[in-house]
């Protein structure tokens, strides 16, 4: 399975050593995935979008949009498939609800692992997949939602969840990607004003 520069570049920005504060984590990761985004080799952008690129829009960081929740882990879940902008569906298995609070509203949202189509190969680094709209959507971000993803907790119950590193999915980029559509369960009735904006002329 075709995984996105995100994905790696979290595992990366995971095992950042803590002598950099929290914001200047957040922009040398920033950082990176413009690099990631001007390469010929790596970026999703089309030829003439990636030679005009310089970076992505974000909205500014706060460490308040960072959060350490329960999750309360689904048992006995079964295969689901979630449709996509390409008019096909992905099949993941729910894993949890991430017990979260926006502005004082409880919003429940449900995390998925990503189940590999027959013959790829697993993922090297598990995470939980979460992808969510808000009141965002449409308007300063992507519409058709924004993704987080989250290293698979080996113990416990309590994830980090940082909205700073909600991210657009390849769509927003440009055209023939089939990008997973939110479930309604994961409309936040709120506005994310953290991670990353819609991109300029998207």
Excluded at 120 to 136: A, I, Y
């Amino acid at each position: 399975m075709k995984f996105s520069i995100f994905i790696m570049l979290l595992f990366s920005y995971s095992v950042l050593v803590s002598q950099e504060d929290y914001k200047t984590q957040i922009e040398n990761y920033r950082a990176k995935k413009d690099q990631e985004l001007q390469s010929r080799k790596t970026s999703p952008l089309k030829r003439k979008d990636r030679k005009q690129f310089q970076d992505l829009p974000y909205f500014d960081i706060y460490e308040s949009w960072k959060f350490d929740v329960e999750l309360r882990k689904t048992s006995n879940s079964d295969i689901i498939e979630i449709p996509t902008s390409a008019g096909y569906a992905k099949k993941f298995k729910e894993y949890g609800i991430l017990e979260i609070y926006v502005d004082d509203k409880y919003v429940p949202l449900t995390a998925f692992v990503r189940i590999p189509r027959d013959g790829e190969e697993p993922p090297q680094h598990p995470s939980l997949f979460v992808p969510f709209k808000d009141l965002t959507s449409g308007n300063s971000t992507y519409g058709g939602g924004r993704y987080l993803d989250i290293p698979l907790p080996k113990e416990g119950s309590v994830v980090t969840v940082d909205f700073n590193l909600a991210y657009s999915p390849y769509c927003a980029y440009g055209e023939g990607f089939a990008c997973p559509i939110p479930p309604v369960q994961n409309f936040i009735k709120a506005e994310v004003t953290a991670g990353e904006k819609a991109i300029e002329g998207h």
